[in-house]
């Protein structure tokens, strides 16, 4: 609910005041809340593992700096892949293989702002298996972006 969630994200941002810099670690956020900083709207009784916010969630666990490179990661993905998709600007001329990794980049730019805008309202990095989801999503863009950046331009058309 709406009000459940102003409440996480409050809590978050006071155990942001309090470790901004360090953030508590990954899977600490619950602990943490219900014993130093306890909701106060009532709905919030336990078994909530996340702020319902990627970007909190991430300075929570981690703290701004690991924030930062979260964002800096995801932006330098998303650069890549758009760079990726324009150096093969006639991959469907070009048909079979190359039409097929220049929609794989798309894709996967889509899955990035996605996952960015989605995070607003939600944390799908909730650890363990939303960290392996997010960073197998990475892993993938970043490794198609440099396959695609590095062939040489004979091979693009």
């Known amino acids: 609910t709406l009000p459940g969630r102003l409440e996480l994200w409050s809590r978050a941002l006071t155990v942001l005041r309090d470790t901004g810099l360090t953030g508590v670690g990954p899977g600490l956020f619950e602990p943490v809340i219900m014993r130093l900083y306890p909701?106060?709207?009532?709905?919030?009784?336990?078994?909530?593992?996340?702020?319902?916010?990627?970007?909190?969630?991430t300075a929570v666990d981690f703290g701004v700096g690991g924030t930062v490179a979260l964002i800096a990661l995801g932006l330098g993905l998303g650069a890549s892949l758009v760079a990726a998709t324009r150096q093969v600007p006639d991959a469907a001329l070009a048909g079979g293989r190359r039409l097929s990794q220049h929609s794989l980049a798309?894709?996967?730019?889509g899955s990035l702002v996605a996952m960015a805008a989605h995070g607003l309202v939600d944390s799908s990095l909730s650890p363990p298996r939303g960290?392996?989801?997010?960073?197998?999503?990475?892993?993938?863009?970043?490794?198609?972006?440099?396959?695609?950046?590095?062939?040489?331009?004979?091979d693009l058309s």
Not at 39 to 50: A, D, L, R, Y
Not at 106 to 109: A, P, S
Not at 137 to 149: E, Q
Request: glycine letters at 8%.
């Open 131 to 154: 960290y392996v989801v997010a960073f197998a999503l990475f892993g993938m863009a970043a490794a198609l972006a440099n396959h695609l950046l590095r062939l040489p331009t004979s």
């Open 39 to 57: 909701p106060f709207f009532t709905g919030i009784q336990g078994n909530f593992f996340h702020a319902h916010n990627i970007y909190l969630q």
């Open 106 to 109: 798309i894709g996967l730019f």
